[in-house]
C-alpha cells in the first residue's frame, strides 16, 4: 500500500506558475501508476493528469494540455505536477493518486481507476 501527502499548493496570479509535489511512502512506489485530479466545491473531480510507473509517458487532460507537466522521481518516491500560464479556472483542491498499471495509460481518467489518495493542496489563482 501507499500512503501520499501533497504539497506545494498556494495562491498565485493568472499567468503564474506552481509546482505541486506528491511524496508516497514505502518503498514500492515504482509499482503504480500516478495520477492527478482536482475539485471544485460542489463539482465533479476532474482528470488532470497521469504518468507512468518509469515516467516514460504521460497523458493529460484536455483543459491543461500545453500547461501543465507531470513528473516522477522514483528514486525520491515523489510526483510533480508544474502548473504554468494559471487562469482562474484551475481554482481547485489537487489531489494525487496512486493506481495499479494494467490499463493503457490514456484510458486512467476515472478517479475509481485508483486505490490510493492524497488529502489535496489547494490551488488558487487569481484574476
Known amino acids: 500500500q501507499v500512503q501520499l501527502v501533497e504539497s506545494g499548493g498556494g495562491l498565485v496570479q493568472a499567468g503564474g506558475s506552481l509546482r505541486l509535489s506528491c511524496a508516497a511512502s514505502?518503498?514500492?512506489?515504482?509499482?503504480?501508476?500516478m495520477g492527478w485530479f482536482r475539485q471544485a466545491p460542489g463539482k465533479e473531480r476532474e482528470f488532470v493528469a497521469v504518468?507512468?510507473?518509469?515516467?516514460?509517458?504521460?497523458y493529460y487532460g484536455d483543459s491543461v494540455k500545453g500547461r501543465f507537466t507531470n513528473s516522477r522521481d522514483n528514486t525520491k518516491n515523489t510526483m510533480y505536477l508544474q502548473m504554468n500560464s494559471l487562469k482562474p479556472e484551475d481554482t481547485a483542491l489537487y489531489y494525487c493518486?496512486?493506481?495499479?498499471?494494467?490499463?493503457?495509460?490514456?484510458?486512467?481518467?476515472?478517479?475509481?481507476?485508483?486505490?490510493?489518495w492524497g488529502q489535496g493542496t489547494q490551488v488558487t489563482v487569481s484574476s
Open positions: 493518486a496512486a493506481a495499479r498499471p494494467g490499463m493503457a495509460i490514456a484510458t486512467m481518467r476515472g478517479p475509481g481507476m485508483y486505490d490510493y
Open positions: 514505502g518503498r514500492t512506489f515504482s509499482n503504480y501508476f
Open positions: 504518468i507512468n510507473r518509469s515516467g516514460g509517458s504521460e
